[in-house]
C-alpha cells in the first residue's frame, strides 16, 4: 500500500498571499495524483489531476506540480474562499486509493 | 447536471446492518467505475471500495471486506452499499464519487472527480 504523507498539517496563511503545500508518496505513483478540497461540512471537491491539469472549473491560482514522490499544490493569492483542508490522493497503485491525512489552510 | 445523492444513512447498532443508495443523474452511470468514500468524525478521507462499470470487477479497504458489498444497478442509475457487522469505527460520513478513468499503456487509471454530499452512519448502542 503507498502512504501519502502531507505538509504542513496546517498552515497560517493571510489573504492575498501565496500557499504552498507538500505531499510525498511513499513510493513511485508517477503523475497519477490529485488534489481535493474539502470545505467544512462539505463534501470534497476535484481540483487538481494527473498532478498538474485542473479540473473543469477551478481557477487558475490553483496550480499542481511534481510526479514521481513529491508533489505541491499551489494557490498563487488566497481568496476568502480558499480556506478549507486539502487533500492529496494517488491513484497509479490501486488498490487501494490511498488518500494524505490533509493540510488545513486557515487564516493566519 | 451531473449530481450524485446518497441515502439510507442511520443510527445503528454495532453487529447490525445498514444499505446506503446513491443516486446519479446527469451523466451515463454504466460508463463509469463508481466509488465510496467515507470520512469519520474529524477524520481524513478513507477509500472503501470501487466497482467497475458492469459490477465484474470490486475492491474494497481491507477493514471492510467479508462485512461490505459494493453493487450497481444500472436500471436505476443507483450504487449501494450494503454494510454489515457494523462496529463503531464504521461511524463516518459516507461519500458516493464517480471514477473518470485515464487510459494510458500501462493500463487504466481512475480517480474521483464528481463526489455527492454525503449520507452519515453512527455505529453505537
Known amino acids: 500500500e503507498i502512504v501519502m504523507t502531507q505538509s504542513p498539517a496546517t498552515l497560517s496563511v493571510s489573504p492575498g498571499e501565496r500557499a504552498t503545500l507538500s505531499c510525498r508518496a511513499s513510493q513511485s505513483v508517477s503523475s497519477n495524483l490529485a488534489w481535493y478540497q474539502q470545505k467544512c461540512g462539505q463534501a470534497p471537491r476535484l481540483l487538481i489531476y494527473?498532478?498538474?491539469t485542473r479540473a473543469t472549473g477551478i481557477p487558475a491560482r490553483f496550480s499542481g506540480s511534481g510526479s514521481g514522490t513529491e508533489f505541491t499544490l499551489t494557490i498563487s493569492s488566497l481568496q476568502s474562499e480558499d480556506f478549507a483542508v486539502y487533500y492529496c490522493?494517488?491513484?497509479?497503485?490501486?488498490?487501494?486509493?490511498?488518500f494524505g491525512q490533509g493540510t488545513k489552510v486557515e487564516i493566519k | 447536471e451531473v449530481q450524485l445523492v446518497e441515502s439510507g444513512g442511520g443510527l445503528v447498532q454495532p453487529g447490525g446492518s445498514l444499505r446506503l443508495s446513491c443516486a446519479a443523474s446527469g451523466f451515463t452511470f454504466s460508463s463509469y467505475w463508481m466509488s465510496w468514500v467515507r470520512q469519520a468524525p474529524g477524520k481524513g478521507l478513507e477509500w472503501v471500495a470501487n466497482?467497475?462499470?458492469?459490477?465484474?470487477?470490486?475492491y474494497y479497504v481491507d477493514s471492510v471486506k467479508g462485512r461490505f458489498t459494493i453493487s450497481r444497478d444500472k436500471s436505476k442509475n443507483s450504487l449501494y452499499l450494503q454494510m454489515n457487522s457494523l462496529r463503531a469505527e464504521d461511524t463516518a460520513v459516507y461519500y458516493c464519487a464517480r471514477c473518470r478513468a485515464v487510459a494510458t499503456i500501462f493500463g487504466y487509471y481512475y480517480y474521483m472527480d464528481v463526489w455527492g454530499k454525503g449520507t452519515t452512519v453512527t455505529v453505537s448502542s
Open positions: 494527473g498532478a498538474s
Open positions: 466497482i467497475k462499470q458492469d459490477g465484474s470487477e470490486k
Open positions: 490522493q494517488q491513484y497509479n497503485n490501486w488498490p487501494p486509493w490511498t
